[in-house]
């Protein structure tokens, strides 16, 4: 049984960081690419980072053009686990957020949604103005 869990969301100011983490179980993290998404009510989930580990030395990211140098994707694969940090939130950057979880052999663009197999909960990300 897979889990996600994700963690660390809340209220911030803007200009603000927050770091989510994501605690995967029933998966061996370095066999999935790993994505974090987001979801403001009414819209559709909206891709953030992903992660995808090759090797030691080549654990290959992709941002989101509106998150490039302001957030980091991070993978723990000794504690399964995948985090975002966030910098310099907006409020704009409001939402639900998601981790995710995709076997790399997937058929499909990992910036989108339907490619990834399991999801977490969210957690919410609220930024004040």
């Known amino acids: 049984q897979v889990s996600l869990v994700e963690s660390g969301g809340g209220l911030v100011q803007a200009g603000g960081s927050l770091r989510l983490s994501c605690a995967a179980s029933?998966?061996?993290?370095?066999?999935?690419?790993m994505g974090w998404f987001r979801q403001i009510p009414g819209k559709e989930r909206e891709f953030v980072a992903l992660?995808?580990?090759?090797?030691?030395?080549?654990?290959?990211?992709d941002y989101a053009d509106f998150v490039k140098g302001l957030f980091t994707i991070s993978r723990d694969n000794a504690k399964n686990t995948v985090s975002l940090q966030m910098n310099s939130l907006k409020p704009e950057d409001t939402a639900g957020y998601f981790c995710?979880?995709?076997?790399?052999?997937?058929?499909?663009?990992?910036?989108?949604?339907?490619?990834?197999?399991?999801w977490g909960q969210g957690t919410q990300v609220t930024v004040s103005s």
């Open positions: 995710a979880a995709a076997r790399p052999g997937r058929v499909g663009d990992f910036r989108t949604a339907d490619t990834y197999e399991y």
């Open positions: 992660s995808r580990w090759r090797s030691f030395w080549n654990i290959e990211s």
């Open positions: 029933g998966l061996t993290l370095r066999n999935y690419v």
